[in-house]
């Protein structure tokens, strides 16, 4: 069954049952409501009687009284001392016979009578011959079970028509339900089969739960087209990268296998071609796999860290490894909850895309503030256009393919910087001037409470 068709009969199904355990309530209130009056009016009356009673001294006149008292549709019976019949005198024919009277803790009694029910209540009196008798009197309630019958006509006719609306709202609740799921369905069906990615149509004013979803779903679309695109051109740019080095290697060893035995010299320039690009080939995949492990959340540990340690450690490597000078500035000792190891993998980054493009020193400045840490690095290289800038992130970009070439670059760095940045919940800023150099500044934000 179809939500929607779930949601209509479900609905009205509780309503309807609403409805009758309303209807069942209001019967049967208005049917002991209504005993009670009865029984209120017909004592009323009976105590009339009694004090008429009081006041004969005939039982002649008595039973006049009687006659006048007698309710409609009713009997009044006089029982001795002895549980004798004195008098009874009727309005309605068959009620001469002996009614059950209440029991003590009782006000009255109902017994079945023919097709009616019978009202009875006993109190005592005086006759006028001095003797204290009980005094029966019996009333038939005809018009209450008229009254109930019209009640029950009345409560189905209001049951009926009431269930009119209830189906009309519940067949419309279930449209507005279901018709923003329907669309959302409509669109992965759409986007399965044409292998695109289909959006909905979403009030731009909507602020309840249906259009949120609607929305949700929107820009779960535009997200996963866009690293689907990424993805794609990663995979484009990979193979391109691969490509190369690939032919190189295959290109010199089919010479190897024509001429490398008669010329020495060739074979050496082969295999130095061939160790290059398999080097560069290797780094790339490298590089490759860090970006997809940099980009899985749980790899990042948080924890309280000298970040002044982790800059010296970084720099001592490039020194140690390339023979540059790396000046650093700042406080000497700089606590922040971060990611040490991915952190330091930053700056070793960095620190390495610096000397490749500059020959002089490198700079790092290191400036603490109440709500972040900013940390400085800076090259006196060639610097970078300005066109370039705002795609130095992107995947195997790279400003100058030969410069690229001739440093071993695969236009990876930045972007596994970049990720690193993600991950520790920093940002990168690139300033560079062509000419002068190039700042790359990581913007560490402090935890709340850290000093």
């Given at each position: 069954m179809k939500l929607k068709n779930k949601i209509h009969s479900l609905s009205t199904l509780m309503m309807l049952i609403l409805l009758i355990l309303s209807n069942l309530g209001i019967y049967f209130t208005f049917d002991r409501t209504q005993h009670k009056t009865e029984y209120s009016q017909l004592l009323g009356s009976a105590k009339e009687l009694t004090v008429a009673l009081s006041k004969m001294t005939d039982e002649e006149e008595a039973e006049i009284i009687l006659r006048a008292y007698v309710p409609p549709n009713g009997a009044l019976r006089v029982v001795g001392e002895d549980g004798k019949d004195v008098l009874t005198v009727q309005s309605m024919e068959g009620l001469d016979q002996k009614f059950p009277t209440p029991k003590r803790d009782e006000d009255y009694t109902l017994v079945p009578y023919d097709g009616f029910e019978a009202l009875s209540i006993v109190i005592p009196t005086i006759w006028?011959?001095?003797?204290?008798?009980?005094?029966?009197?019996?009333?038939?309630?005809?018009?209450?079970?008229?009254?109930l019958r019209l009640l029950k006509v009345v409560m189905v006719g209001i049951t009926l028509f009431a269930m009119i609306p209830?189906?009309?709202?519940?067949?419309?609740?279930?449209?507005?339900?279901?018709?923003?799921?329907?669309?959302?369905?409509?669109?992965?069906?759409?986007?399965?089969?044409?292998?695109?990615f289909q959006q909905?149509?979403?009030?731009?004013q909507g602020k309840?739960?249906?259009?949120?979803?609607?929305?949700?779903?929107?820009?779960?679309?535009?997200?996963?087209?866009?690293?689907?695109?990424?993805?794609?051109?990663?995979?484009?740019?990979?193979?391109?990268?691969?490509?190369?080095?690939?032919?190189?290697?295959?290109?010199?060893?089919?010479?190897?296998?024509?001429?490398?035995?008669?010329?020495?010299e060739l074979t050496e320039e082969a295999l130095t071609a061939i160790r290059g690009e398999t080097k560069r080939m290797k780094e790339m995949i490298e590089q490759m796999l860090d970006l997809a492990r940099n980009n899985e959340p749980a790899s990042y540990v948080f924890e309280e860290t000298d970040v002044r340690v982790l800059i010296d450690d970084a720099a001592r490597m490039i020194t140690s490894a390339y023979g540059r000078a790396v000046h650093i500035k700042g406080p000497v000792q700089l606590a922040l909850s971060t990611d040490g190891t991915h952190l330091k993998q930053l700056l070793i980054i960095l620190l390495d895309n610096a000397r490749k493009y500059s020959e002089r020193e490198i700079d790092v400045e290191m400036e603490e503030r109440k709500e972040y840490v900013r940390i400085c690095i800076r090259d006196y290289g060639?610097?970078?256009?300005?066109?370039?800038?705002?795609?130095?992130?992107?995947?195997?970009?790279?400003?100058?393919?030969?410069?690229?070439?001739?440093?071993?670059?695969?236009?990876?760095?930045?972007?596994?910087?970049?990720?690193?940045?993600?991950?520790?919940?920093?940002?990168?800023?690139?300033?560079?001037?062509?000419?002068?150099?190039?700042?790359?500044?990581?913007?560490?934000?402090?935890?709340?409470?850290?000093?």
């Open positions: 006028p011959t001095g003797e204290v008798v009980q005094l029966e009197v019996t009333q038939v309630l005809t018009d209450l079970k008229a009254n209830i189906i009309i709202s519940s067949i419309t609740l279930g449209r507005i339900v279901t018709q923003p799921i329907e669309k959302l369905i409509q669109a992965m069906t759409d986007s399965r089969r044409s292998g695109t909905i149509a979403v009030p731009e309840d739960e249906l259009a949120q979803m609607g929305q949700t779903f929107n820009e779960l679309m535009i997200q996963l087209e866009q690293n689907y695109r990424k993805q794609e051109k990663f995979v484009s740019d990979a193979s391109h990268e691969l490509k190369t080095p690939l032919t190189v290697i295959d290109s010199y060893a089919r010479l190897l296998e024509r001429r490398g035995m008669d010329k020495p060639k610097g970078i256009p300005a066109k370039d800038i705002p795609f130095l992130f992107d995947r195997f970009y790279r400003v100058d393919e030969d410069r690229s070439r001739k440093t071993g670059g695969t236009g990876l760095g930045l972007a596994i910087a970049n990720e690193i940045a993600i991950g520790l919940g920093t940002k990168l800023e690139i300033e560079s001037e062509e000419g002068k150099g190039t700042a790359v500044t990581i913007w560490l934000i402090k935890a709340e409470g850290s000093q």
